[in-house]
């Protein structure tokens, strides 16, 4: 394994060139589900960066020890554990926000980001490396999420963090913190990624 | 006949009204990833209503028997070693999201098997999607609904029967079928149109299935005014309060034995 | 799990193993911070139960004179033909022991999914002092008004001798509540709360005030 990426480098792709949500489609029940305002985005990406920093950085302290078969089960075993921790710790500290956020804290278990860092990177390569990559990672979640949720609770509520910023004429697109206003903004938000980095590169539209 | 009704509108809620994918956002990823043909959507969905019928079975039987405070099993076993009523309060639902995870996880496993050494094809038609279901956030999603109507409840008295929580989850992968098997349709179609280049693949189809959330939202309140128009004496019922109404569905025959079983 | 079973213990070791480490971690977190949650859980119903009662403005001036009410929650079981309904209804007194008003604690199906509320009655159960909701999901911009203080101040300080009935356009009638625009199920839902919950309470409140009242003498 001569060719394994440095900390780095590891660090820096999870931000945009590997970024999980707009170039790997990956944890996409959060993306939709919890951007309806940038308060309930911003302690989700949170929670997934400290679930992603532990599991990746016990997995991979425990990558010698484990057997093919079985790996999936410690995975599972791993994150299901800091989900529970982070679910606990919300609930204690920040109880109107783990109440917003509902069954979504949970379904991190499931969330197939953590379980793909865990197998691609984590299993693989030492603690240092993977909790750069655990880092990288969660940044390009959060910021994948901050800028669906920004759209999103702009175009809303007028405003941002619960602060009015359109003026006060702004008819709210309601649509917009509902369901169709999800899958509508990232829909459009990826496209709009996939157009600027085809021009970035080059290619022909 | 009032627990048939209450019965109907939680499947009616959980297959279009609150559908899975389109209101709750669980199962994007299959959602997203196979649904480009109408046969393998079919066959997805069939799988994922199968292990999800299965999971529920199990994370209700193991929430009521072992993890909530009071449960049978739990009191049983640190009966031995604390008094009875130190016993009745144990709570271990803390580790609830371990043992679904792994229910499901286990039950994926098993279903594979025996599906493929008894209905060889049956498993030719969706046993490739049946390792991918583990990781379907509808699944662990309806076991976690469960969960909160048994568990999180104020009164036991309210808390959701096996009979509830199997018709959630048989109409919840229901639901996930429909929205599912239309997005394929639309897909097959839309693989003729002229898609701008930045858009084709996910991001139209995250946009189609915004639109197809619209549509599903029209299907919002139809469960209370359903709820008035079927229940006996709708009107005055109603007057009272959907509430007791919903209360009052379950028969006293049966909300006895609903209380045996739970005591 | 099949898989563990078949494979011999050489091999899953680490899976035990970490089963147990992790388990006791769990227990750990579970018995540092449950007791906090289950804090907050009360909390959130028992900060609510003075600025139902006493209205936002008295409930800040008793906490600025550093009083709070004393609050005992009580089970009421409330005979509905064939079967029970339960309600929280916590008795709130002012601390020399004159009663301040009780709580109601009760939830049922709005438009979109459950609304849960609180309702506050004064000390004789004859009016509704006020109104908070603590958990809806109704439509953003339309629905979710109910939480808004200018719609709830309806319901205070209103006679519980008739019930509350939702009106668009409001005449100013005894107990009318105005209906938000665009989302009348949300306003019939929630009046309707408010009137199962007074209807049911009202003996309950006079039975529970006698048999205090006894208690203390």
Avoid at chain 1, 176 to 199: C, D, E, H, K, Q
Wanted: overall charge neutral; hydrophobic content about 50%.
């Amino acid at each position: 394994m001569a060719d394994q990426p440095t900390a780095t480098e590891r660090f820096l792709q999870g931000i945009l060139p590997e970024n999980p949500v707009y170039r790997q489609l990956l944890g996409l029940c959060p993306t939709l589900a919890v951007t309806n305002g940038m308060k309930p985005a911003i302690t989700m990406a949170c929670s997934v960066a400290f679930v992603l920093v532990c599991a990746n950085v016990v997995i991979s302290l425990l990558r010698n020890l484990l057997k093919p078969h079985l790996r999936i089960v410690i995975f599972t075993l791993t994150i299901a554990t800091f989900v529970t921790i982070a679910d606990r710790v919300l609930a204690a500290y920040l109880y109107q926000m783990s109440k917003t956020l509902g069954p979504y804290i949970p379904l991190i278990i499931v969330n197939c980001l953590i379980i793909c860092r865990c197998e691609v990177c984590a299993s693989k390569q030492g603690p240092f490396v993977a909790a750069s990559d655990a880092l990288g990672q969660s940044l390009g979640f959060g910021l994948a999420l901050a800028s669906i949720a920004a759209v999103r609770e702009l175009l809303g509520t007028g405003g941002l963090f619960g602060y009015q910023l359109l003026p006060a004429a702004w008819p709210d697109w309601v649509i917009m913190v509902l369901p169709p206003g999800a899958f509508i903004t990232l829909g459009l938000l990826l496209g709009l990624v996939n157009w600027y980095s085809a021009r970035k590169s080059g290619g022909s539209i | 006949m009032n627990y048939i009704i209450d019965i109907f509108l939680i499947a009616l809620s959980a297959a279009v009204i609150n559908n899975f994918v389109l209101y709750y956002f669980v199962g994007i990823c299959p959602f997203i990833g196979v649904s480009r043909r109408v046969d393998m959507a079919f066959g997805m969905g069939c799988a994922v209503t199968f292990v999800i019928s299965i999971a529920a079975f199990l994370s209700w039987t193991i929430t009521t028997m072992v993890l909530i405070p009071g449960a049978p099993l739990s009191s049983f076993i640190a009966g031995f070693f604390v008094s009875k009523e130190a016993a009745a309060t144990i709570d271990l639902t803390v580790l609830s999201y371990i043992v679904y995870i792994f229910s499901i996880s286990s039950s994926v496993q098993f279903v594979e098997m025996y599906v493929r050494k008894f209905f060889p094809a049956l498993y030719k038609s969706f046993g490739v999607f049946l390792p991918l279901i583990t990781t379907n956030c509808a699944i662990l999603f309806a076991c976690l609904t469960i969960m909160s109507n048994v568990a999180g409840v104020e009164n036991p008295a309210d808390a959701w029967d096996l009979g509830r929580s199997l018709t959630l989850a048989l109409f919840g992968g229901l639901g996930f079928t429909i929205a599912i098997v239309i997005m394929s349709g639309i897909r097959e179609d839309l693989d003729l149109c002229d898609v701008p280049e930045p858009f084709k693949g996910a991001a139209i189809t995250l946009v189609v299935g915004g639109i197809l959330a619209l549509a599903f939202m029209g299907f919002t309140g139809v469960d209370s005014g359903l709820r008035k128009a079927i229940t006996p004496g709708g009107e005055v019922a109603m007057e009272i309060s959907v509430e007791q109404v919903q209360t009052a569905m379950i028969e006293p025959n049966l909300h006895q034995q609903i209380r045996g079983i739970n005591d | 799990m099949k898989a563990i079973l078949r494979t011999n213990l050489g091999q899953a070791w680490l899976v035990l193993l970490l089963a147990l480490i992790f388990g006791m971690s769990l227990a750990g977190v579970q018995a540092a911070l449950g007791p906090k949650i289950e804090e907050n859980k009360l909390k959130e119903t028992l900060e609510k139960v003075p600025v139902v009662i006493l209205g936002q403005q008295a409930a800040d001036e008793l906490t600025a004179k550093g009083e709070t009410l004393v609050i005992t929650p009580n089970t009421v079981a409330v005979e509905k033909g064939p079967v029970t309904k339960y309600y929280t209804l916590y008795k709130a007194d002012f601390k020399d022991g004159t009663p301040a008003g009780w709580v109601a604690k009760t939830k049922g199906q709005g438009y979109a999914d459950k609304i849960e509320l609180l309702v506050g009655m004064d000390a004789d159960a004859g009016k509704v002092t006020g109104l908070f909701i603590l958990d809806q999901k109704e439509t953003p911009g339309l629905g979710n008004k109910i939480v808004e203080d200018a719609w709830r101040a309806q319901y205070g300080n209103k006679d519980t001798a008739t019930p509350f009935k939702v009106v668009k356009l409001a005449t100013g009638g005894v107990n009318e509540i105005d209906a938000i625009s665009g989302a009348t199920i949300s306003s019939k839902a929630v009046t309707k709360l408010v009137n199962q919950a007074v209807s049911d309470l009202k003996p309950q409140v006079a039975q529970l005030k006698d048999s205090d009242g006894k208690g203390v003498q």
